[in-house]
């Protein structure tokens, strides 16, 4: 028979795995859900601001949203 202090102990430590698989999980599912840019595709809009600025159109700071928001 499992003691209370056993019980207590195996209690915990499968919170903690469950906690951790879920911390991997909320992890997961919050890079897929971040927009993010490859390689190429980084590229290709580092280009195309370029090209933007030196044909005289030049970003603006967005009033609305994070600073740092721009386009």
Known sequence: MVSSD????????G???HRTVT???DDDTA???TAS?????YAAV???AVRAINHGIFPE????GSSGSYF
Not at 6 to 13: G, I, K
Not at 61 to 64: H, K, L
């Open 37 to 41: 840019t490859s390689g190429g595709d």
């Open 23 to 25: 911390e991997t999980s």
């Open 61 to 64: 700071r967005i009033a609305q």
């Open 6 to 13: 056993e019980h207590d102990e195996n209690a915990a430590a």
């Open 46 to 48: 580092v280009v195309e």
């Open 31 to 33: 890079m897929r859900n």
């Open 15 to 17: 919170s903690r795995v």
